[in-house]
Structures are given as structure tokens and as C-alpha cells.
């Protein structure tokens, strides 16, 4: 007779001795099997990539990525429009999915940019030396920290000279490769021009004989940098020339985000006329409909506001521009609508667009800007100069619209016909007109702009704010 009491190994005690008896077996079966690698592949699929390397950790022998992407909730910084922002951009493993073998080159590169990555992560003075076992400087490793330094905005006190003077002599040295001059040239135009003045010359004496080697990414990042430095750095006016003829060489490889960052900045140089012309000539006119639809609403108004400067007319272009812009408009987010729209609206002005396309595309910027509290929160220059393009007496093309398709009217018919098209098509236009007025008047009292700086607003935000110039004519 069995006893009421249970005996200590009873099966219902068994099973979970059995369950992890079991669990260490399967375990011990799949080492056997597979061997350390599975279990390896588990321990670092929990790892979680450090903070510091995934938002800075970028090798001085990668590309520069072009590309602008506006932050969330931060105010724009106008001098950041359109300059390509440092990203790290994740490996790409194309050559593995077709062939079995293994791409030695894909290797090198990712060995590379973890080597990168290192530097980047112990770069705190007095902790990364950037000499190499022969006690010269190592060109690459000083290359990434200045890198980090510009992602900052500020050098590292008391190593900023110590660095800049080690990478002056190491291209007193030795020829960089391409991508690390253009890393160079990219750190320069985020940091202040008197800490990195002394880079200037030997990378323009350098730069004939890389340029001829960089890939497009590389001579857009270099040219964009260029840009923002130009009025307080004289030694880069001579690295003009020079770059324009590597990328003129280029044009075809250039993708549409790199060309519209090109144009922009070609807009921001003080160039000579018949390096106007050029760039008018090989490259304003190559973006065609399909490229500018698959461009963020940014980089379209960067690429609008560099025609304007250039003073390009085209009218297969401007004509792109509005309708891809009309067609975005609806849908934008409130940051590109409170900031790129009227940047457009602004640079099809000054281009004397007058088409139907302006037409539709100004109907469809006031229908978008005048939901809720939009024109509240949008930015000082914005409401500005998008109150200095807006037509004062509803849409000018009206009467182009009448002659162009139906030939010349008697005058009776055509002031009929156009008082139809003021019902049908202005009334929204006239409605963002009394929108704007009271919001500019209320900015004017508050002292966030004056009058004057109203009427230089078509200048671009980073120039509005100064005296104007008597000598410069503002367009009608």
C-alpha cells in the first residue's frame, strides 16, 4: 500500500529536472553541430551599438553623404541649407548576394571604417595619438577627428592647435587620397574659419592634382563646403576653377540630390560670369521630372533658390518645379510647408514665372499654410519673404492664361472672362493675402524683422538680416 505521503522523486518532481536536462542536452548537440558560432551570433545579436557610434562614427576614408533632413522639433540654422550633413551610412553587401565568394574589397572597407569608428569613439585629447609607428602624422586618424570636432561645432580646447598643425604638415608631406581631402574640406565648413585657416592653402595647392580622382559625392561635398566659406576665406577662390572642371567631367554621375546641393551652392559662390554660364549651360537644366519627384521638398527648394541666383529662365524647368511642388504641397509636413514652400513661391518670383503652373502651385501653398496656427509658428524670413512674393492683386497669369489659348479678345470679353477666373481660381489667393498682412504686422511690432529687411528678403536668410546695399536693384 503506497504511503499518503509523496516520495521525493515523484514524476511530478521529475519533470522539471527533465525539462532543463533536456534543454542542457539540445544545447550540447547544437555546439557539437554547429559549433562556438551560434551560440556567438546570439550573445551579439543582444548587443546594442553604442550611442556615440551610431550618431558619430564616420571614417575619414568614407564618402560624404549629400543629404539634408530637417530635424523634428530643432529651429533651422540658415546657414546649414543645403550643405550635405555627415551620416554613417550602413555597409552595403551587393556583391555577396550575387557571388558565393567573399569580396575582399567589401572586407578592407568594413575593416576600415571599424578602425574609423574606434578612433571616433577614443578621441578625447590626450587618448588617440595620430602618429604612426614611424612617428609621422597619420593623415586618415586626424582626418576622423576633425571630423568629430566639426560634427560638434567646437574643437576639443587646448589640442585644437596641436591637431590643425599636425595635419598641415602631414599634406606638406604626402599627397592625401580624395575622399580624405574632401573629409578635410567638409570639417572646415562646419568649424570656425580662424581655427582651420591654416588648412587652407596647402589643400588648395593639393587640390589640382586630387581633384581629378574624387568620385561625384566627394567633389559635390567639397564644392558645397566651398560655398560656406567663401566670403571669409579668400585662399578658396582659386579652388573654384579647379572644381568646376572635375565635376563639369562628372556631370553624368552626379544623382539628383547631389545636383541640387551643387546648384545651391553655385548660388551661394561669387563666381564670374562665364562660370555662370557654365553652370547654366551643363548642369541647371538636368534634373528632369521623374529626379525632382523623387527629391524631398527641401533639396526642390535649395535647387529653386540656386536658379534664382544664377538667374536661370528656363521654362521647362520652372515648369517642373511648380508642378512637382504642386503636387507635394497638399500632403508636406508643417516643416517643409512652413520652410521650403515659400522658398519656392519666392524663387519662381524672382524667375518671372507666370504660367498657369504658378497658378495651381499658389493655390496650392494657400490652401496648405492657411490650416491652423501654420503661419503662427512659421519662421521670421519665411513669413517674410513669402509675403514679398505673393502677387498683390491676385494670380498674374490670368491673362496669359485667356490670350495664350483663346487668341486675343475683345476687351469687354476678356474682363468678363477674367472676372470669372478671380471667382474660380483667385479667391484663395486673395485669402492668404489678408492671412499675411495682420501676422507680418504683428512680427514688424514685435521687432522680429523691419520693413527694410522685408524688402531684402528675396536675398536668401542668411543675408537679410544685413544693411542693404544701395547699389543692388530689387527685382520687381
Not at 530635424?71 to 556583391?95: F, V
Amino acid at each position: 500500500m503506497e504511503s499518503s505521503k509523496q516520495r521525493p522523486w515523484a514524476p511530478e518532481r521529475k519533470r522539471p529536472v527533465l525539462h532543463v536536462f533536456g534543454a542542457i542536452m539540445l544545447m550540447s548537440w547544437a555546439r557539437t553541430l554547429l559549433g562556438d558560432s551560434c551560440f556567438a551570433t546570439v550573445v551579439l545579436a543582444r548587443r546594442r551599438p553604442c550611442p556615440s557610434t551610431s550618431l558619430t562614427a564616420k571614417a575619414a576614408d568614407t564618402d560624404l553623404a549629400v543629404s539634408e533632413d530637417w530635424a523634428a522639433d530643432e529651429p533651422e540654422d540658415i546657414e546649414d541649407l543645403a550643405i550635405p550633413k555627415l551620416r554613417r551610412s550602413s555597409l552595403k553587401l551587393k556583391g555577396i548576394e550575387k557571388s558565393p565568394e567573399l569580396d575582399i574589397d567589401t572586407v578592407t572597407a568594413f575593416v576600415q571604417e571599424e578602425l574609423g569608428n574606434t578612433i571616433f569613439k577614443a578621441s578625447e585629447p590626450g587618448e588617440v595619438s595620430v602618429e604612426d609607428p614611424k612617428g609621422h602624422t597619420d593623415l586618415k586618424s586626424a582626418a576622423a577627428i576633425l571630423q568629430r570636432w566639426a560634427l560638434r561645432r567646437e574643437p576639443q580646447e587646448g589640442a585644437k592647435e596641436e591637431l590643425i598643425e599636425a595635419i598641415k604638415f602631414a599634406l606638406s608631406r604626402d599627397v592625401p587620397e580624395p575622399h580624405t581631402l574632401a573629409s578635410l574640406m567638409w570639417s572646415c565648413g562646419r568649424l570656425k574659419v580662424d581655427d582651420i585657416a591654416p588648412l587652407l592653402a596647402p589643400m588648395q595647392e593639393l587640390l589640382p592634382e586630387v581633384a581629378p580622382s574624387m568620385n561625384a559625392q566627394n567633389l559635390t561635398t567639397f564644392w558645397c563646403s566651398v560655398a560656406k566659406i567663401q566670403e571669409l576665406a579668400e585662399e578658396v577662390d582659386d579652388m573654384i576653377p579647379v572644381l568646376l572642371d572635375a565635376i563639369e567631367e562628372k556631370a553624368d554621375e552626379l544623382r539628383p540630390n547631389q545636383l541640387a546641393a551643387f546648384i545651391w551652392a553655385a548660388g551661394m559662390l561669387d563666381l564670374k560670369q562665364s562660370e555662370v554660364e557654365r553652370i547654366k549651360a551643363h548642369f541647371a537644366g538636368r534634373l528632369s521630372r521623374g529626379d525632382m519627384q523623387s527629391l524631398p521638398l527641401k533639396d526642390i527648394a535649395n535647387f529653386a533658390f540656386g536658379l534664382a541666383q544664377l538667374d536661370f529662365r528656363d521654362s521647362v524647368m520652372l515648369e517642373t518645379i511648380a508642378a512637382t511642388t504642386t503636387e507635394m504641397a497638399e500632403a508636406c509636413k508643417s516643416k517643409p510647408a512652413m520652410q521650403d514652400l515659400p522658398m519656392i513661391v519666392m524663387s519662381l518670383t524672382r524667375l518671372g514665372h507666370k504660367e498657369r503652373s504658378m497658378n495651381k502651385l499658389l493655390d496650392a501653398v494657400a490652401s496648405r499654410l492657411q490650416r491652423k496656427r501654420v503661419l503662427k509658428k512659421m519662421p521670421a524670413w519665411s513669413l517674410a519673404v513669402l509675403y514679398w512674393a505673393w502677387p498683390n492683386d491676385g494670380l498674374e497669369g490670368a491673362t496669359w492664361i485667356l490670350t495664350g489659348e483663346y487668341g486675343i479678345l475683345e476687351e469687354c470679353k476678356l474682363v468678363y472672362l477674367r472676372f470669372l477666373l478671380i471667382i474660380l481660381f483667385e479667391q484663395k489667393v486673395r485669402d492668404m493675402q489678408e492671412v499675411l498682412r495682420p501676422e507680418v504686422e504683428k512680427r514688424i511690432a514685435k521687432k522680429e524683422f523691419t520693413y527694410r529687411m522685408l524688402e531684402r528678403s528675396w536675398k536668401g536668410p542668411k543675408e537679410w538680416r544685413r544693411r542693404i546695399d544701395s547699389s543692388v536693384k530689387i527685382p520687381a
